[in-house]
């Protein structure tokens, strides 16, 4: 057997392990709020997990996953070292794999994308030098850890406030709620729709320009808010009017827990889109190598590699991931169903507009600013904003940490292979 | 495991606010009971009483501190975080005042004149209610906190209205004692033991009122 097929193997066991880490861990956290909320028991929140975040890793997964293998570093100046490149790489998801696993078990909030980009980083500053790194694209990255929190805040926060006003404050809120129902499911499916066509079918090439994508979703998403609007009266009357409300909920919350299932598919497949390619691009870079013996300017991540890596992540959630959410669900009883719908929302979206931008954004961090910005508007229960601090904290540690671990695995395994 | 968002939430002041709420709802029926007793007959367990409050009003004094320690700089909270503590110290100065009243009791046993035993028993009356109340206010608002409905606000509103009420009677209830203590009662130290007691069982009712105007600025909009 060639040491290519066994890095492969090697890459392949250790990509499996990143990708499970994050369903355990990043997206059990992000479902945790609509478990939190009781919009969603833990078996629904595990299905709804592995299908959508499964979704969105095929559908829309493509696009990150390239920047991740070829934006930070130029994989045109390793041309004729192919294999230093899969070694980099192997290298790369080796130190993200490690790091990840530490900061875990020693409760650091650190992030699984800044963690394979810092790792990335180090093999390329050490295989071809650091002016081989686009430095302008990692400013704009590190920049995107501070804006994409913020934006998940603005957006969660702007939401929250005037559901709160237009809403909760007002004498009926239910028949608020359902008046306002169709325009926020309409907001939603249309966020949804146009991140799938943007980024679905940027994988499948179609000849179609923004404006007519998003003509084609303005229908889409109207006639999605009218069946929906159905839909949620519907399960309103079943579950709150009609029998009893074993979650406590209002009529009013009651409608936006059911919202809230939609956001949480919404940032279940934005965490496939965004973050499985986390753990496959660099897999995707040493298949590229293996499999034409020589780097290619432009990887092609197959659909069955995106495949394998959503099943990874609900695997992991599956195994590991539903003790999160359970624990989570128990100890955050303070979102309910109205908080928990503005900060998924805020999040998702943020996460989905980064992602097209092909920034790999924390999910989780974005998810954090979303409900900081809620509690900003005073939506909150009580926040402890010193986990921001450690946030900043793990961004602080994580680079540094992952760029000099990466560059000493590469130094070893090219002198052990 | 990895909970970040778990970490990021803290437990709610409010359900301490709560048991805190409940102590000084206790207190207030203790007081009742100690204050009857004492004010009719010889009070045998006036003494027992009073170490039942003093008990419970350690016990929330142990409540406060904990909310006071457990909200440090870098909480985030639906609500003003110098106006809770304000409503906080006001609540527990009603416990503060319920005990010292206690105390002026016990200073002269069987040292009520019967000319204002019975006038003093409403005035006692008169304060209970609002001191119940602040349990049902800090309870509403902890369901208006998480819900945000107006409709939950305005019960909130109704209450603070209630307190208000029974604050103007305890206090109209005060003063006519004070005109009969100063008509009835020729010897100096009896009226200056009466006058003072009946001041501080007014300001029971008085620290309720701040307290129920506190929570008005916490809810308003």
Redesign the interface.
């Known amino acids: 057997m060639s040491i290519d097929v066994i890095v492969l193997f090697l890459a392949s066991l250790v990509g499996l392990y990143v990708a499970a880490n994050i369903g355990a ?2 997206l059990a ?1 992000a479902m ?2 609509s478990v ?1 909320s009781r919009a969603l028991t833990l078996k629904q929140a595990v299905l709804v997990s592995v299908i959508a975040n499964l979704l969105g890793a095929v559908l829309a997964g493509g696009h990150v996953t390239s920047t991740i293998s070829k934006g930070i570093i130029d994989p045109g100046l390793l041309i004729n070292e192919p294999n230093n490149l899969m070694l980099g790489m192997f290298a790369a998801l080796i130190s993200a794999g490690l790091w990840v696993h530490l ?2 078990y020693s ?1 650091l ?1 650190v992030s699984t994308t800044h963690a394979i980009v810092g790792a990335v980083v180090g093999f390329g500053i050490l295989s071809v030098g650091p002016g081989a790194v686009s430095w302008g694209k990692i400013i704009a990255i590190a920049t995107s850890w501070v804006v994409s929190p913020a934006a998940g805040a603005a957006i969660a926060g702007g939401i929250f406030y005037l559901i ?1 006003k237009r809403i ?4 009926d ?1 239910y028949t608020a709620a359902v008046h306002y129902a169709p325009a926020l499911i309409f907001l939603v499916v249309l966020v949804l729709i146009l991140s799938v066509i943007f980024k679905a079918l940027k994988n499948l090439h179609p000849e179609i320009g923004h404006f007519y994508a998003v003509l084609l979703t303005i229908p889409c998403a109207a006639l999605a808010s009218l069946v929906g609007r159905k839909w949620v009266r519907w399960q309103v009357r079943l579950k709150c009017e009609l029998g009893p409300n074993p979650q406590g909920h ?1 009529p009013e ?1 009651c409608l936006f827990a059911q919202l809230q299932v939609l956001t949480a598919c919404y940032v279940a497949f934005a965490h496939g889109a965004n973050d499985v390619a986390n753990a496959i691009g660099p897999l995707a870079a040493i298949f590229s190598v293996v499999k034409t013996k020589s780097v290619a300017l432009q990887v092609e991540v197959p659909l069955w590699m995106l495949l394998v890596g959503g099943m990874a992540v609900g695997g992991g959630l599956f195994a ?1 991931g539903t ?2 959410m359970e ?2 669900g128990k ?2 009883t ?3 169903p ?1 908080r928990g719908f503005c900060a998924e929302f805020g999040a998702a979206t943020t996460i989905l507009v980064c992602s097209r931008l092909g920034l790999p954004v924390s999910t ?1 961090h974005v ?2 600013g979303a ?2 910005g809620v ?2 508007m ?10 921001l ?3 900043g904290l793990s961004w602080i540690v994580t680079l540094p940490f992952t760029i000099v671990l990466a560059m000493v695995l590469y130094k070893l395994l090219t002198v052990v292979l | 495991m990895r909970l970040l968002l778990s970490s990021l939430f803290m437990k709610s002041p409010f359900e301490n606010l709560q048991k805190h709420a409940d102590k000084v709802k206790e207190c207030a029926h203790l007081f009742k009971e100690a204050a009857v007793c004492h004010i009719g007959e010889e009070c045998k367990k006036f003494d027992l009483l009073t170490e039942q409050v003093a008990r419970l009003e350690s016990e929330a004094d142990y409540i406060k501190r904990n909310i006071r320690n457990h909200l440090p700089r870098g909480i985030l909270m639906p609500v003003d975080k110098f106006q809770f503590f304000q409503y906080l110290r006001e609540q527990d100065k009603v416990l503060d005042e319920v005990e010292d009243a206690m105390f002026w009791l016990s200073f002269r046993p069987r040292g009520i004149p019967d000319e204002i035993a019975a006038d003093l028993n409403h005035l006692v009356d008169a304060v209970i209610p609002p001191i119940e109340k602040l349990s049902d206010l800090v309870a509403l608002a902890t369901e208006y906190f998480r819900t945000k409905s107006e409709a939950q606000r305005e019960k909130i509103k109704s209450l603070i209205r209630d307190i208000r009420q029974y604050e103007r009677e305890a206090d109209h209830l005060e003063r006519e004692l004070k005109f009969k203590i100063f008509a009835t009662i020729k010897d100096a130290l009896v009226v200056f033991h009466m006058i003072r007691l009946v001041e501080i069982v007014g300001e029971i009712a008085d620290h309720a009122q701040n307290a129920s105007d506190r929570m008005r600025a916490m809810i308003a909009r």
């Open positions: 861990n990043d956290n945790g709020t939190g900061a875990t409760g909030p709160e909760m404050s007002v004498r809120p209002s919350e590991f003790r999160v624990t989570i100890n955050i303070e979102i309910t109205v989780t998810l954090v409900v900081v509690g900003l005073r939506g909150m229960g009580t926040l402890d904003l010193r986990i601090k450690k946030i």
